[in-house]
């Protein structure tokens, strides 16, 4: 029974900035890969960062040097920090989390952040 609940989403300018946080919640065992994906109408889900147990980080090319993936292991929460926001950043962002022991994944409910040019 694992919950992740994502917020923070909103609509912005161009070259705005929103910080979006994901609070895990119930059976998490440990440390665990966490990462963030997003989802324009009409497309794939894709990869937007990821962060380790270890706190490396990856980052999609498209936001590179924009974005910054971190985590706060006691609140069992991961967060994005997103700068010099584009239209092209435009979608539903879900937080993921691949629980070690099993190989299993949950996702969150997803927030829409949506930026105007």
């Known amino acids: 029974q694992v919950q992740l609940v994502e917020s923070g989403g909103g609509l912005v300018q161009a070259g705005g900035s929103l910080r979006l946080s994901c609070a895990a919640s119930?059976?998490?065992?440990?440390?665990?890969?966490m990462g963030w994906f997003r989802q324009a109408p009409g497309k794939q889900r894709e990869l937007v960062a990821t962060?380790?147990?270890?706190?490396?980080?990856n980052y999609a090319g498209s936001v590179k040097a924009r974005f910054t993936i971190s985590r706060d292991n006691a609140r069992n929460t991961v967060y994005l920090q997103m700068n010099s926001l584009k239209p092209e950043d435009t979608g539903v962002y879900y937080c993921?989390?691949?629980?070690?022991?099993?190989?299993?994944?949950?996702w969150g409910q997803g927030t829409q952040v949506t930026v105007s040019a």
């Open positions: 993921n989390i691949h629980h070690l022991y099993d190989g299993s994944d949950n």
């Open positions: 119930g059976k998490v065992y440990g440390i665990n890969p």
């Open positions: 962060i380790t147990t270890s706190g490396l980080t």
